[in-house]
């Protein structure tokens, strides 16, 4: 289980970045990060939706 922690932006990004270069390898990027699966599976929903401007709002 992972501790729920705050990312910027640009950690956000690397995230999604390097999940989707690895097939969307949620797994693999949750283990690389530590960031939760659903975590990041939530970040590509809104980047796929919209964008990096997205992005700048989860968490607000």
Request: charge should be negative; glycine fraction near 6%.
């Amino acid at each position: 289980m992972f501790k729920e922690r705050a990312t910027t932006l640009d950690e956000k990004i690397e995230i999604i970045s390097y999940c989707l270069s690895e097939g969307k390898n949620y797994n693999k990027t949750s283990e690389k990060f530590n960031v939760s699966y659903s975590q990041i599976d939530s970040w590509i929903k809104v980047y796929e939706k919209y964008g990096v401007a997205g992005l700048s709002h989860i968490g607000e």
